[in-house]
């Protein structure tokens, strides 16, 4: 390896997936997370250095900070929904936890979890990433600065720096302006002066530059094989610029500092590089009649696992329906599509759909976060670790999910329903991604926000409203079913609508009507039907189905 040419970047998961897309509890701030740092060092003994447990995580949230029980949990289990884990080690945990017969034996449970310490704090810290400030929001689009004008390229060619989960942009500059705090939260106490500040001389251990590799990697001579922070900062070559003393194991603050400032580039595999030079896809077609084109880039062809993404924009008046390698275990974001049916029926990362009008998304089971967020009337059916949703008006979530949907703030008639659809590969997609059918949590949400949110923010679809979704695509595999079934209530409509038609069906046969009268009745139901198609948009969704070029396994391609 060449020393010359070490690269280091960001990593966009812990922001994509980890940052909550709320302002983070005002105990988050640094002033508090320091405090907490030196406190887990003193109770090594008590499950909270070098690996912090639940139960002291609560005692720490609940007792100190003074956070709700269900928040202190939420923030532990979205850092451990991160962590490296088989989909096996994912799936028994489901297991345990749908064995539970009280919420004590959960909490027994949720005892036996614990997670890195100095990456959990370094995970509490990224979640300032949405904290609002009062001086930005003054000053920060009066005199744009060109970091967020000229590097913020989205697909609608304007700055996305709204969205900065998915800005890597936002997530250097984040890094490189609090370098300085995220390396002093690692230091042990006796580095510190009585103010929690470095000094000159201040030594950085081997675990917290470990822990640092949860936020930065990096590369050397433009190779393809990535390297955590930790493997490069040791590396013999680099132990001068890095500030690695053989002797005493450590590293000198202000070498390792400035090392992480003088390697830091954009990521070559975040949305920017995605944009600017991702192989596009022609997935959508042109609608006739009008000016958007679709644009959807991905970075599949070059990026390794853990590091994919696909990003759509502005599919329009259209059915896309995909099954391909080129989806599976990606960071899929849905920006701008407006009355359009998508199906991205593949094993998923992560979704984000954006500012999204009078559609509807069948997803392929999301390993880790679904968030949806400025949208108007839409549909999201999917199987998911975990939904989150902000600033939606009338959208309807057919889910099922593991942990509580969550209400984040800017939300109005939210509507939650079971998940009521299959495709033949969805069980062995849901297997590979870890996701289970107990427990599902879809009628659970939890509110998140602020703001004066009150339950009246979402309802669960009555049963009388309730209907089955057919996907309209052949594909291999075994799925016959909907995985897990239907709420018996939701059962029971669909049993006592379908006695209806069974009724009806007999009364027609027992009219005994004459050949003119059944090709009479005929015209008058067919016409009817149409009339429903169109008033309730269905109409649209038929006629997409035959895309220009395409059939019927338009999935499969």
């Not at 930065?216 to 094989?225: H, N, Y």
């Not at 003088?262 to 920017?272: D, E, H, M």
């Not at 599976?328 to 407006?338: D, E, T």
């Not at 695509?473 to 909907?482: R, Y």
């Amino acid at each position: 390896m060449d020393k010359s040419g070490v690269l280091l970047w960001v990593k966009a998961e812990p922001f994509i997936v980890g940052a909550l897309q709320v302002p983070p509890p005002s105990k988050f701030s640094l002033h508090y997370l320091r405090k907490i740092s030196t406190y887990v060092r003193t109770r090594a003994t008590e499950g909270a250095y070098p690996r912090l447990y639940w139960s002291t995580w609560r005692h720490i949230a609940c007792g100190k900070l003074q956070l709700a029980k269900d928040l202190a949990w939420l923030y532990f289990e979205i850092f451990d929904s991160l962590a490296v884990k088989t989909p096996e080690e994912r799936l028994e945990w489901s297991e345990i936890l749908s064995n539970c017969m009280s919420e004590d034996e959960v909490e027994k449970q949720r005892n036996q979890l614990s997670v890195d310490t100095l990456q959990f704090l370094l995970f509490l810290y990224v979640q300032q990433l949405n904290k609002v400030s009062l001086r930005t929001s003054l000053i920060g689009e009066e005199w744009p600065s060109p970091r967020n004008r000229s590097q913020s390229p989205d697909l609608t060619e304007k700055s996305s720096c709204h969205n900065k989960n998915w800005n890597d942009y936002s997530h250097q500059a984040f890094v490189c302006d609090h370098l300085s705090d995220l390396l002093e939260l690692l230091l042990d106490p006796e580095q510190l002066t009585a103010s929690f500040h470095s000094t000159h001389s201040s030594l950085v251990s081997r675990e917290a530059v470990v822990a640092l590799s949860f936020l930065i990697e990096g590369t050397v001579s433009r190779a393809r094989k990535i390297y955590p922070l930790h493997e490069l900062a040791l590396w013999q070559p680099l132990h001068a610029d890095s500030g690695f003393s053989r002797i005493s194991k450590t590293f000198s603050f202000y070498k390792l500092e400035a090392w992480l400032r003088a390697c830091l580039t954009g990521n070559p595999f975040g949305t920017s590089a995605c944009l600017k030079s991702g192989k596009k896809l022609a997935w959508a077609h042109q609608v006739e009649g009008t000016t958007k084109r679709a644009k959807i880039a991905c970075n599949t062809h070059v990026a390794p696992r853990m590091h994919r993404m696909v990003v759509m924009s502005q599919v329009y008046k259209q059915t896309l329906a995909k099954s391909s390698d080129t989806l599976v275990g990606a960071h899929v974001k849905i920006h701008r599509c407006n009355e359009s049916f998508i199906y991205l029926l593949s094993p998923l990362r992560s979704v984000t759909i954006e500012k999204c009008r009078n559609s509807t998304f069948v997803l392929g089971p999301v390993q880790t976060a679904l968030h949806v967020h400025s949208c108007d009337n839409v549909k999201v059916i999917a199987v998911c670790h975990r939904l989150s949703i902000s600033s939606t008006t009338g959208c309807v979530f057919h889910v099922l999910t593991p942990t509580r949907p969550l209400i984040l703030s800017g939300n109005q008639a939210v509507t939650f329903a079971p998940f009521h659809t299959h495709y033949p590969m969805l069980e062995d997609h849901m297997a590979r991604t870890g996701l289970a059918t107990v427990p599902n949590y879809w009628d659970k949400p939890m509110i998140v926000c602020r703001e004066n949110c009150n339950a009246s923010v979402f309802r669960l679809l009555p049963p009388c409203e309730f209907y089955v979704f057919i996907i309209p695509f052949e594909m291999e595999g075994d799925t016959t079913e909907i995985p897990g079934g239907l709420p018996s209530a939701y059962q029971k409509a669909l049993g006592q609508r379908e006695q209806k038609i069974q009724i009806w069906q007999k009364t027609v046969k027992e009219a005994r009507l004459t050949k003119d009268q059944r090709k009479q009745f005929q015209v008058l139901v067919e016409n009817k039907f149409y009339e429903w198609l169109i008033n309730t948009g269905h109409r649209q969704q038929l006629d997409s189905l035959v895309p220009p070029a395409a059939g019927s396994k338009q999935a499969a391609g």
